[in-house]
């Protein structure tokens, strides 16, 4: 490899993991359920989300490495406490209701593929996740989660295993033909609430934080102004090509359930495992060995960012110590946060709730409560006070309050229409 490719590839990280970890089994399930339920007709929703995601994550990674804090120490610093209160309790409740969905889908894969207890492998899956954010370096783990992105190229050879209408699909994408009811409103709020996903902001700016102190040389951009032009760059770069793989395994995921499940009559899913299994009939073993494989390697790259984005949100709102670079003595709240998100999640799965029938909700709740985020977030970025002479661009500012009223306008439509 030549070193061009080398520093390519280098620039390549918090965006990359950030969009790989968007479609986690909770996307996934909501995927399928937008094909099976309405074909074609929802492909233009991850295209549409694809440059509003930009916009608003670009934000998002600008703000930890211009400020050098994460995204709530900046709400904690310039706004009242009961609206960062407010905004962590929200994102820790949909987290830990996502751990939860997330790692009982990637025990039922598993169980599909060799047998053996559900909750068993769902233990397993929790536990190792947690072991593996607590005991690793930084720099080793980040490593380890940019090889398991792969694992969404499941998703692209699963379209191959099996004839989809290409015409069909295409005209989905361009001119849909799909009346607006309740319920295609609720689908398409749920696909934008797991593409534009608030854990995601936080995990982002978090990690740009991460980069700056694993790096001794490197400071704050508001310090270190002349750094910032290499920097930005990168950070567009790594948020482009993140947001538009993540964005391009989620079409897969409809046209490969469209393809098979609509096309079929099964127009309910209620999980990404048993989205796999209903593929295997129609689609053959291939197909379901690789969505059933996507499911669970997906899950091992989304359960740490969702644990680690409520564990920085809780540490920065109350001052203490956080970073995946420190050790467990030296940051215990950060870890506990952590270990409460993962464990919390596997013990949901022993209760009488069904986090598997909340994971498509969990989607249309990140959907409801994205809006005020997206709101604070695009107002502290026009904010000179929070990041000096870094303040968003005009065309970064138009495209991260077009984000936020679109999905307050999806989030609207669907409350009016009593989807």
């Known amino acids: 490899m030549t070193d061009p490719k080398r520093r390519w590839l280098r620039q390549l990280g918090p965006g990359l993991i950030t969009g790989a970890a968007d479609d986690d089994p909770s996307g996934i399930a909501t995927y399928s359920q937008a094909g099976a339920q309405f074909g074609y007709q929802l492909g233009w929703t991850v295209v549409l989300t694809y440059p509003l995601m930009v916009g608003i994550q670009m934000v998002s990674a600008r703000m930890g490495r211009v400020t050098g804090h994460g995204l709530a120490s900046n709400i904690r610093r310039h706004f009242p406490r009961p609206i960062l209160y407010a905004i962590v309790a929200m994102l820790v409740a949909a987290n830990t209701i996502n751990v939860a ?72 994408i361009v001119w849909p033909r799909l009346a607006l009811t309740g319920s295609a409103l609720t689908v398409i709020v749920a696909v934008f609430g797991t593409t534009i996903s608030p854990y995601l902001f936080f995990w982002q700016a978090a990690q740009e934080v991460e980069e700056l102190t694993a790096d001794p040389d490197a400071f704050p951009l508001r310090q270190s102004p002349e750094d910032a032009r290499a920097h930005l760059r990168r950070i567009k770069i790594d948020t482009y090509i993140g947001m538009g793989f993540s964005n391009l395994i989620a079409l897969f995921i409809i046209i490969s359930t469209a393809a098979t499940l609509h096309a079929a009559g099964i127009t309910e899913i209620a999980t990404s495992a048993q989205a796999a299994e209903a593929l295997r009939p129609l689609a053959g073993d291939a197909a379901f060995l690789l969505f059933s494989l996507g499911i669970i390697g997906t899950g091992m790259l989304a359960v740490p960012v969702l644990a680690g984005s409520a564990a920085y949100a809780v540490a920065e709102a109350f001052e203490w110590k956080s970073g995946l670079d420190l050790k467990l003595l030296e940051a215990r709240e950060f870890y506990a946060i952590i270990a409460l998100a993962t464990l919390g999640g596997i013990a949901l799965d022993f209760t009488p709730i069904d986090p598997i029938k909340a994971l498509f909700w969990s989607a249309v709740i990140n959907g409801v409560i994205a809006v005020p985020i997206m709101v604070v977030m695009m107002l502290m970025a026009d904010d000179a006070r929070v990041m000096g002479a870094f303040t968003v661009t005009r065309r970064l500012k138009a495209l991260g309050w077009l984000a936020t009223w679109t999905m307050a306008a999806a989030v609207i439509a669907m409350l009016v229409s009593g989807g």
């Open 101 to 172: 969905a997330d790692i009982a889908a990637m025990g039922e894969a598993l169980q599909l593929v060799v047998g053996g207890p559900e909750h068993g492998h769902a233990i397993l899956f929790g536990v190792a996740s947690l072991l593996l954010q607590v005991f690793l370096p930084y720099q080793r783990y980040v490593r380890y989660l940019k090889w398991l992105t792969l694992a969404l190229l499941a998703y692209v050879a699963v379209v191959f295993t099996i004839a989809v209408p290409w015409r069909e699909a295409l005209q989905g």
